[in-house]
Structure formats: structure tokens, C-alpha cells
């Protein structure tokens, strides 16, 4: 017989004889445990369906490697993956250091964000795309546009539920649908009426009818784009098929030469029919920070203030001060980081030419999309041409093979790194290309 004290009551229970008692204590329960009884469990523990039916995450090996080659003291030039390494504004810094000393911020926030941080980003859009938005309604703040976007799938589908994804595309527009229970379609990517076409033929041949359009311009690999008067079509043809359109325009003000990507809600009708989501990632080097947005249809918004109702207590609250002074203070900074990126974009473009890789000089978003060519992957896929670089040459890289199928035989290549790491890398790629000893790149700093 054992005695389980709680509060004031106590419990008679019946327990196995005891020959080396063992005492656990859980918050105010004290329990007496044979340890006799204490045997390993005879099955497996198993995750939930959503899990096994993820496919392969082909990063792992890459990261793996990545990790063992620095543990050994490479210097890897990492080009892998968009994660900024110039610093945020000092003005947002200070801000956030002087907001995380007040003590009124070290309560919960608010899951949708602080109204004066939607405020600014009402007037932003207002400001540089001349859409005008309600900011207590149409804007969300969310911890990152990834976790938002990842959450609004699951808000908005379930098994049975079908969403269109062009190939290739940034995983999680993938794998959030199918986090979600949901079924994805790809359809090749394009920029042009042909592939406005192709999903309009899903839509029309597939029952039940899909439920989600996920775009993307500035594209996340390929940086391709879009110009004025593409997301008008987008918005006749969610009207025509009842289909909702997430736009993730994270890149929207990372461009070059002039160029001025369109915002999705600029499209007539277009907060009617979806969303768009933006962050302070880019175009102010705060990917840290996790500050997003998802702004357009009320609906969507509400679906994703609903679940993250659930799920969070919001971004840390000086976080958001610090946001707001970004948005409010910093365009010329936004201005100034693509120029950066622009300039990165010349050197890595001109060396992969002058080393005979195929690329385009592109438009927008910090990353370039180059082709392999053939005589040099030798027969082998991405995957393993990017983990002899990463071997040999000491320089990371994104396969394309691991956005889709259609992405094999490119390199996603971030610009992450200053002009010298970068002429280094292309340097060391074209050396392990010779079958040439590389020479140690210097270390970057930061």
C-alpha cells in the first residue's frame, strides 16, 4: 500500500512490493515506484502521419558535412542559405536595446501584433505600392512570414484540400500543405500567360477544385519576376475557379537596375480573392528579429489571427518597437541594403561567367540561379555536385534539385558574403573544377 499526497487529501493505493524504493517528485505529488517495474517499453514511439509522409529533407547531408568540415577547421564560404550577415540599422538596435530595458515589455503581447507596428505597415504599403490597407483588419504581424505563412495552410486546409505550387519552388511552400493534411499540385514555374494557363487547366480538370494558389515573385530560387499588370489575370482566374492566392513577397524590395516588383495587392480586386506576406528579413537585415506580415483578404487574416491565437503570445514586444522604427525611419537603409546586393549580384554573375556556368544577371532577391554545366556535374545530381564543392572547394551552395524536380542541374547561390568571399568562391569552385588545390579563403568578418 502507497500513500499519493495531494494538498490536503490523501490517496490509498495499491502498488507493487517494494525492494529499492526510488522517490520522484512532480510539482506537490510525491509517488513511491517499484523499480522492479521500471522496464524499457516493448514498442516504438511514433510520430503523427504528418510527419512520415514529409519527404526527405535534402539539406540534411549538406549541413551535416557543412558542420563536420568547420569542426575540423575549414573556413566555409557559405552561400547556402539567404541568411543576411550585414547588420540592422543602429538606430533600430538602440531602439531595441532601450525597449528591452523597460519592464512593460517583458509581459505577453498581443498574437497580431502591437497596432502601432500594423500601423506602419499600412503606410508603408500605402507609401510604396499605393495600396491602401486597414490596418486593424487587412494587417497581421507574424513571428517571421515562414511561420505565418505555415500557419495560414493550416488554417486554411486539411486532408482532401488541394493547393498549387509552382516547381521549384522554397520548401516550406511545399511542406506547409503537406504539415496541413493537403494535397499539393505542381505546375512548372513561369512568368508569363503560359503558366497562367496551366493552372487555369487544373483548376478546371481537378475535383475536388483546388483551394490555394502559392506564388512568389521575386522568386525564392530562381529569382525570377514579374512586371506591372501580371497579378490583374491572377485575380480574374482565383474569381473564376473560387481560388485563394498567398503571395509571399519577401523579396519585393531587394531589386536592382531600376526594377520595381509588383505587390500582388496593387492588382484591382486583389484583396478580394488573398494575401500577401512581406518581412523586415531583407530589406533591413533583421532576419533574427522574426518580424513578418500578412496583409490583404479579412479572412485570411482573421484565419491566421484565430490559430495563432492558439498557438502564441506574439513577437517579443521590443522586438515590435524596434519594427516600428524600421518601417518608419529606415526606406533609405532598405535603399542602400539592395544596392549592396546589387553589387554582389555583378561580381558572383561575371565570375560564374568568366568560369563558363550559365546565369542571368537578375532582377531582385539576394540569390542567383545559375546552371551547372553538364560536362562538369559529370553524370552526378546537384545534391552531390553540391557536397564535392562543399568537400573540395570549401564553399556552400543550394542544389536545385532540393526546390524540385525542375530545379536539377542550377545552383542557388545566396549573397550573403562580401565581393572578396565571393570572388574567393569562385576562385575555389573553379580550382576544384581544374582538380587544382584550392587556397584558403580568409575569414569573413563580420
Known amino acids: 500500500m502507497a500513500t499519493v499526497l495531494d494538498g490536503l487529501n490523501q490517496l490509498k493505493i495499491h ?19 517499484d523499480s522492479t517495474a521500471m522496464t524499457k517499453p516493448n514498442f516504438k514511439i511514433e510520430p503523427a502521419q504528418r510527419i512520415t509522409r514529409l519527404p526527405p529533407y535534402l539539406f540534411g547531408r549538406l549541413n551535416a558535412l557543412k558542420l563536420q568540415k568547420r569542426q575540423q577547421g575549414a573556413d566555409i564560404i557559405d552561400l547556402g542559405m539567404g541568411n543576411p550577415t550585414d547588420p540592422a540599422p543602429q538606430v533600430v538596435v538602440d531602439k531595441l536595446c532601450e525597449a528591452a530595458r523597460d519592464m512593460r515589455n517583458h509581459r505577453y503581447s498581443a498574437s497580431k501584433g502591437i497596432k502601432n507596428l500594423r500601423r506602419q505597415m499600412a503606410l508603408k504599403y500605402e507609401r510604396k505600392w499605393n495600396v491602401q490597407l486597414d490596418w486593424e483588419t487587412e494587417v497581421l504581424a507574424c513571428i517571421g512570414s515562414k511561420e505565418g505563412f505555415s500557419h495560414l495552410c493550416l488554417a486554411m486546409l486539411g486532408p482532401g484540400d488541394t493547393a498549387i505550387v509552382a516547381d521549384p519552388a522554397f520548401p516550406i511552400h511545399n511542406y506547409a500543405v503537406a504539415l496541413a493534411g493537403a494535397n499539393v499540385i505542381t505546375v512548372p514555374l513561369g512568368n508569363d500567360q503560359k503558366f497562367l494557363d496551366t493552372i487555369a487547366m487544373v483548376c478546371e480538370h481537378l475535383f475536388p477544385k483546388p483551394k490555394l494558389l502559392i506564388l512568389n515573385y521575386p522568386h525564392n530560387p530562381t529569382a525570377m519576376t514579374v512586371d506591372e499588370g501580371f497579378f490583374e489575370p491572377v485575380v480574374d482566374l482565383a474569381n473564376r475557379f473560387g481560388v485563394a492566392v498567398i503571395h509571399d513577397f519577401a523579396y519585393g524590395e531587394t531589386c ?61 514586444q521590443a522586438v515590435q518597437i524596434a519594427g516600428i522604427i524600421a518601417l518608419r525611419d529606415c526606406d533609405q537603409f532598405a535603399i542602400e541594403q539592395a544596392k549592396k546586393y546589387q553589387s554582389r549580384r555583378d561580381v558572383l554573375c561575371d565570375g560564374l561567367t568568366r568560369i563558363g556556368w550559365q546565369v542571368e544577371k537578375p532582377r531582385a532577391s539576394m540569390f542567383v540561379w545559375a546552371k551547372v554545366p553538364d560536362e562538369r556535374l559529370k553524370g552526378k545530381d546537384t545534391i552531390e555536385y553540391a557536397m564535392d564543392l562543399m568537400e573540395h572547394a570549401e564553399v556552400a551552395v543550394a542544389p536545385g534539385k532540393a526546390f524540385g524536380e525542375n530545379g536539377e542541374g542550377y545552383m542557388r547561390i545566396a549573397l550573403v558574403e562580401n565581393e572578396q568571399r565571393l570572388r574567393q568562391a569562385v576562385r575555389n569552385i573553379s580550382r576544384f573544377e581544374q582538380q587544382r588545390p584550392i587556397r584558403k579563403a580568409k575569414p569573413a568578418h563580420l
Open 15 to 33: 502498488v507493487p512490493a517494494i525492494h529499492y524504493p526510488i522517490v520522484s517528485i512532480e510539482r506537490s505529488y510525491i509517488f513511491i515506484v
Open 256 to 316: 536592382f537596375d531600376g526594377y520595381k516588383a509588383p505587390s500582388f495587392l496593387s492588382a484591382t480586386g486583389a484583396k478580394d480573392v488573398g494575401v500577401e506576406f512581406t518581412t523586415l528579413s531583407k530589406p533591413y537585415s533583421m532576419a533574427g528579429f522574426r518580424v513578418g506580415f500578412v496583409t490583404g483578404n479579412k479572412d485570411m487574416v482573421d484565419y491566421l489571427a484565430t490559430i495563432k491565437g492558439y498557438y502564441d503570445y506574439g513577437i517579443f
